[in-house]
């Protein structure tokens, strides 16, 4: 980008055009200034020649008609035919001068005289040569005037673009919330502020979005740690227990400890692979979208629910509708979704899964009989390592759930039960 300082680029601009326009209209001036003089001489010199055919038909005499004839810078030569001359001797021809002959047709003594007309052109070229040596003079101080108009007028029209700099400035060395805030944003330098205003208003957005999610992520690696410290404890203190233990502990107690080390070691990779699959939606997540059909995925989910809770009341209910979805992401789902309803109902609930479609989207109801989730908390619970008061999980489940979800151009909300029982009802929403 060239930076060439824009003062002196619009001032010798501006200059320059001046250079360009004020010889073309000197020029223009002083060939007008001729021609009309060259026009003005020519309409004199006919319109003595006219007058003195008007006097030789009045009989004047030849040395009145020279006489009323005559004006200034005009020399006039009467030549009657018997060769006697009155007047002023004519000027030489060769000479600057211009010449009018004329034959006068009346008079006693005048008919057939011959008149000449001479006037001086050295008085023309004069005022010419006076009035180029006027715009010239005229010219330079136009343009010395100009110049200096312009060094001084160009502080004052590029004021704002200063205030722009000084902003600019500002906000590089960290100080926040200064605006042009321009008075008009109908002319170029009100829509150049207003565009940088709405950009300072951008970028700050940007800055405080970037420090949410910089602190949100700080603290979401912190919580982790600290899930993950707990599953890691108990390995530990498992391992080092097994290996402290003589020969004759019993077995019965080498168990337990086998178990918690199987146990603490499933919690923890079950964490680690709910932070990928988190890491995996904020990257981006790529689906393999297929023709499911959506009661065969849920009806797969409720029994292998009832299995693990037979006391436990699961239905489906709804058509057996079909769309275009990941069947993998899609179970996940729902699978967390009846793990969370089988968990909040206690040993013994009522679990049901309502199918449904719209003109533009296919809707999953996971409802149950237990507690239900406060209004207040509805949005909450899918913060991520938010724990509800029933919650056995990592915390993780709903979010991951929600992002599989919008991954698919839906959603995944918390609200009350279609039929108004108590209970919570979790709404899936997809697109076909």
């Known amino acids: 980008m060239n930076t060439v300082s824009l003062r002196r680029r ?29 026009r003005n001489l020519t309409t004199l010199l006919a319109g003595r020649a006219q007058l003195a055919q008007q006097l030789a038909r009045q009989n004047v005499a030849p040395a009145n008609l020279v006489r009323r ?21 004519a000027l030489d021809p060769s000479s600057d001068a211009r010449q009018v002959k004329s034959t006068l047709t009346a008079g006693q003594r005048t008919r057939g005289a011959t008149l000449l007309l001479s006037a001086d052109t050295s008085q023309l070229e004069g005022a010419s040569r006076t009035l180029q040596r006027v715009l010239v003079v005229a010219g330079a101080a136009a343009v010395l005037i100009t110049a200096l108009a312009l060094i001084l007028g160009m502080r004052v029209a590029l004021a704002p673009l200063d205030a722009m700099t000084s902003l600019a400035r500002s906000i590089a060395a ?17 829509r150049t502020a207003l565009a940088f205003d709405e950009m300072l208003d951008s970028l700050e957005g940007a800055e405080r979005t970037a420090r949410g999610a910089e602190q949100h992520m700080r603290q979401f690696v912190a919580d982790a740690a600290h899930e993950l410290r707990t599953p890691v404890t108990g390995l530990q203190t498992a391992a080092e227990t097994l290996l402290q233990l003589g020969p004759d502990t019993p077995a019965e107690r080498r168990g337990e400890l086998e178990l918690l ?15 990928l699959e988190l890491a995996r939606i904020d990257a981006g997540l790529v689906l393999r979208r297929q023709p499911v059909l959506l009661k065969h995925l849920a009806q797969t989910q409720a029994n292998r629910l009832q299995l693990m809770a037979p006391d436990h009341t699961v239905e489906v209910i709804g ?3 079909q769309l275009q979805a990941d069947p993998d992401r899609l179970t996940q789902i729902l699978a967390n979704l009846l793990d969370n309803a089988r968990h909040a109902t206690g040993d013994t ?11 533009d989207q296919v809707q999953v109801v996971v409802q149950d009989n237990g507690p239900g989730v406060p209004p207040e908390d509805r949005e909450r619970i899918f913060q991520r390592l938010v724990h509800g008061e029933r919650s056995r999980g990592s915390g993780l489940g709903l979010p991951i759930a929600r992002g599989f979800a919008r991954a698919h151009g839906g959603d995944l909300i918390a609200t009350d039960r279609p039929d108004g029982k108590p209970g919570a009802a979790f709404l899936l929403t997809l697109t076909p």
């Open 10 to 38: 619009v001032t010798i601009t501006a200059l320059l055009v001046l250079l360009v326009v004020l010889p073309i209209t000197g020029l223009a001036v002083k060939a007008i200034f001729d021609a009309q003089a060259e």
């Open 69 to 89: 004839i005559d004006a200034d810078g005009i020399r006039v030569t009467l030549i009657l035919r018997t060769g006697q001359e009155f007047g002023s001797p």
């Open 174 to 190: 960290g100080r926040r919330g200064g605006r042009l805030q321009p008075t008009r944003s109908d002319t170029e330098l009100g």
């Open 261 to 275: 080390l199987v146990r603490e070691s499933r919690r923890a990779g079950t964490l680690v692979a709910d932070l």
């Open 319 to 321: 058509p057996d509708l």
């Open 349 to 359: 609930g009522r679990i049901e899964v309502l199918l449904r479609q719209t003109p």
